[in-house]
C-alpha cells in the first residue's frame, strides 16, 4: 500500500494551544539508556505540524516523548527531573531526505554524527549507496548521529564515466528488475535521474520510468526524481511520480504544470535550491578550521550567473508554494550544516518560515515513512529535537542558534562532538 501524505500549512495551523495536545503514552525501551522521566518547561514549542504552544511542556521518558502540552494540564510523575527552558524555542529535529553519504561505515557514522551536530535526526542517502553498509546502518542505533536512511542504487540511462553505483537500464524488463531488487531491501525510496546531463547521455524515456514507478508501487515503494527540465516535470506528474528531488530548473513553471499539480496533491517537491549567488554570513559554522571557514567565506560573494539560476528555481518554488503543492526538505551532497542555509534560502523564496519548519520536519517524515517516529514533537515518537535561543518563526536564520540537540530523549555532548569532528578535519 502506498503510503499517505498529509499537508498542514503553518499559515493555517499555526494557532496558540493552551490545553494540552495529547494524554500520556507508556514508556518504550529503544536500548538507549534514556530511561529517567524528564519534564521540558517554559520553551516556545513548535511542533512540528504547524501548531505552536506558548509555554509548552513535554515529558519524555524512555527516549520518547510521553505528554505534550500545559504544563498545568499534564500528569507529572512524582521525582521527575525538570528542564527549565524559559525563553527558548523548541523545534522537532530535521529531516534531510536528499543527501549522499560515504559508503564506507566510518566516514558514513562521522557524516551523520555532524549532521546531528547541527540538528538532523534523520538523512536519507539518494541513489549512489552500494555494498551492505548503508543497509547495515539503518537497522542500528547509532549513538550521537542521525539515523541513516538510504535508497540503495537509484536508476538511469548508462552514463560512463559519471558514476557506475546507479543501475544503468535500457529495457522495461531491466526497469522492473532493478525496482524488485530494490524492493527485496526495502528502500526508503526509490531514486530516478530523468536528465541528459546537458547532452551527455540518454535519460529515461516515459516508457522507462513508468516502468519504474508502477513496478515500485507494486512493491508499495515511492519514487522520486532529479529532473532538469519542465517538459520532463510534466511527463513525470502524468506518469504517476510520488516526488521531486529537485527543482525545476530550466525554465519558469506554467499553467499547465501548475494545473497538473494541483490535480496530483500528493506529489512531493523537494526544491534543494542551489547557490543564491550574494554574500552570506558564515560566522556561525564552528565546525571547520578557521582557515577553511574563512576561504568559504570570501568565497560567498555576489555572482550574477548564480543568481540567475537561483531566481529561476525560487521563483518556481513561489509559485508551486502558492498553489498548495506539498514541499519537503533536502540539500543534496553531504555538508552537515546545509539545511540552515536551505531553510534561509527557501524564505528567501517566498515561503513562510514556518512552513519551511514543517517542510524540514514533519512533511519530510512523511514522504519517507517516518511520520510515526518523528517530525513532531508528539507523545510516542522518538524525543529528536532542537533547543533555540530564539525563534524561527520570527527570523528563520535563529535555527542556527542551537543551544541544544536531543536524539532519543539524550542531549548530545556537543562540545565533545565539535571536537572530535575538528579533530577528524586536522587529520
Known amino acids: 500500500m502506498r503510503r499517505g501524505f498529509r499537508r498542514l500549512p503553518y499559515r493555517a495551523a499555526a494557532v496558540?494551544?493552551?490545553?494540552?495536545?495529547?494524554?500520556?503514552?507508556?514508556?518504550?525501551?529503544?536500548?538507549?539508556g534514556a530511561s529517567a522521566v524528564t519534564v521540558f518547561e517554559g520553551a516556545r514549542l513548535l511542533v512540528g505540524d504547524g501548531s505552536v504552544i506558548e509555554n509548552a511542556a513535554f515529558v519524555v521518558e524512555?527516549?520518547?516523548?510521553?505528554?505534550?502540552?500545559?504544563?498545568?494540564?499534564?500528569?507529572?510523575?512524582?521525582?521527575?527531573?525538570?528542564?527549565?527552558l524559559t525563553g527558548k524555542t523548541v523545534m522537532p529535529a530535521i529531516i534531510n531526505t536528499h543527501v549522499h553519504l560515504a559508503s564506507t561505515r566510518e566516514e558514513r557514522l562521522a557524516q551523520l554524527?555532524?549532521?546531528?551536530?547541527?540538528g538532523a535526526a534523520a538523512a536519507v542517502s539518494l541513489g549512489q549507496d552500494e555494498g551492505?553498509?548503508?543497509?547495515?546502518?539503518?537497522?542500528?542505533?547509532?549513538?550521537?548521529?542521525?539515523?541513516?536512511?538510504?535508497?540503495g542504487r537509484g536508476i538511469t540511462r548508462p552514463e560512463p564515466g559519471r558514476s557506475e553505483a546507479p543501475y544503468w537500464i535500457n529495457t522495461t524488463e531491466e526497469a522492473r528488475t532493478a525496482v524488485r531488487e530494490l524492493g527485496a531491501r526495502r528502500v526508503d525510496l526509490v531514486k530516478i535521474w530523468v536528465d541528459e546531463r546537458d547532452g551527455q547521455y540518454e535519460k529515461l524515456t516515459p516508457e522507462l520510468y513508468r516502468a519504474v514507478i508502477d513496478e515500485a508501487h507494486a512493491q508499495g515503494l515511492r519514487v522520486t526524481a532529479?529532473?532538469?527540465?519542465?517538459?520532463?516535470?510534466?511527463a513525470l506528474l502524468l506518469a504517476g511520480v510520488d516526488a521531486f528531488a529537485h527543482g525545476i530548473r530550466d525554465r519558469q513553471v506554467d499553467d499547465a504544470l501548475l494545473d497538473l499539480w494541483r490535480a496530483r496533491r500528493n506529489v512531493v517537491l523537494v526544491p534543494n535550491l542551489p547557490n543564491p549567488g550574494v554574500p552570506v554570513d558564515l560566522s556561525w559554522?564552528?565546525?571547520?578550521?578557521?582557515?577553511?571557514?574563512?576561504?568559504?567565506?570570501?568565497?560567498?560573494?555576489?555572482?550574477?550567473?548564480a543568481q540567475r539560476a537561483f531566481n529561476i528555481q525560487a521563483s518556481n518554488l513561489a509559485a508551486l508554494y502558492e498553489a498548495g503543492v506539498a514541499i519537503a526538505f533536502g540539500t543534496d551532497g553531504s555538508t552537515a550544516?546545509?539545511?540552515?542555509?536551505?531553510?534561509?534560502?527557501?524564505?528567501r523564496s517566498g515561503m513562510d518560515p514556518g512552513d519551511v519548519i514543517f517542510a524540514a520536519t514533519l512533511s519530510s517524515a512523511q514522504l519517507v515513512g517516518l511520520a510515526s517516529e518523528l517530525g513532531s514533537i508528539s507523545p510516542g515518537k522518538s524525543a529528536d529535537f532542537i533547543v533555540l535561543d530564539a525563534d524561527p518563526t520570527e527570523d528563520i536564520t535563529n535555527t542556527r542558534r542551537i543551544s541544544a540537540v536531543y536524539l532519543r530523549g539524550t542531549a548530545l555532548d556537543r562540545d565533545a562532538l565539535r571536537g572530535r569532528i575538528l579533530g577528524q578535519a586536522a587529520q
Open 337 to 347: 550544516w546545509a539545511p540552515h542555509l536551505e531553510m534561509e534560502d527557501m524564505v
Open 285 to 305: 559554522i564552528n565546525t571547520v578550521p578557521p582557515g577553511e571557514l574563512a576561504e568559504m567565506q570570501a568565497a560567498a560573494t555576489e555572482s550574477l550567473p
Open 16 to 32: 496558540v494551544l493552551a490545553a494540552a495536545l495529547s494524554a500520556s503514552c507508556g514508556p518504550s525501551d529503544d536500548g538507549t
Open 132 to 151: 551492505e553498509v548503508a543497509f547495515q546502518m539503518r537497522d542500528e542505533v547509532l549513538l550521537d548521529a542521525a539515523r541513516s536512511l538510504t535508497a
Open 113 to 118: 554524527q555532524h549532521m546531528a551536530y547541527y
Open 226 to 234: 532529479h529532473v532538469y527540465s519542465l517538459a520532463d516535470a510534466k
Open 62 to 84: 524512555g527516549g520518547r516523548f510521553t505528554q505534550v502540552g500545559a504544563l498545568a494540564a499534564l500528569s507529572v510523575p512524582s521525582g521527575s527531573e525538570h528542564v527549565d
